[in-house]
């Protein structure tokens, strides 16, 4: 963080969610998006490379009391996207544009940890593995994702 930098409108947001400060000035202005807040995701690590991030099952549960299926998609589109907009850099811009998910193991209450690893990282496209485990480290699910690099417009 420079001398100069001030804080934009989401400062807080972005605190709450665990962005390193040194991330804060590329966040800024946009903050972590109305879904990360509302689902709880709070992050741990963050590199192009290796993204960890938790979300808590409580208030993310389907019918069944299960943690939904969509609140697993959602930790690792949000990891896999974060990673791939660091891998991007500035002025150009990660957008998804394929992610699957297998189920493994239920969970019904506690905190999820994803872990986000890059598979490829290129010029154009990332593919990250996202490995979402329970408390015990039990695996819950795995899931992929590809997204698209590309400048954004002047």
């Known amino acids: 963080m420079t001398d100069n930098f001030t804080p934009g409108p989401y400062a807080a947001e972005l605190a709450a969610a665990g962005i390193p400060e040194h991330m804060h000035d590329w966040l800024g202005q946009y903050g ?3 879904l990360v807040v509302k689902m709880g995701i709070h992050f741990l690590e963050m590199s192009p490379e290796r993204t960890v991030g938790t979300m808590p099952v409580e208030g993310n549960t389907q019918v069944a009391g299960i943690l939904h299926g969509g609140a697993h998609v959602v930790l690792a589109e949000t ?22 998910a297998t189920h493994h193991r239920a969970v019904t209450a506690g905190t999820v940890t994803g872990t986000c690893t890059a598979i490829h990282l290129g010029r154009t496209l990332t593919t990250h593995e996202i490995v979402m485990t ?5 695996r819950l699910s795995t899931a992929r994702i590809t997204n698209l690099i590309r400048d954004i417009a002047p």
């Open 32 to 34: 972590v998006g109305a």
């Open 79 to 100: 990891l896999g996207s974060f990673a791939a907009g660091m891998h991007a850099g500035p002025k150009r811009q990660a957008l998804g544009i394929d992610v699957s």
């Open 134 to 138: 329970d408390e015990r480290g039990r």
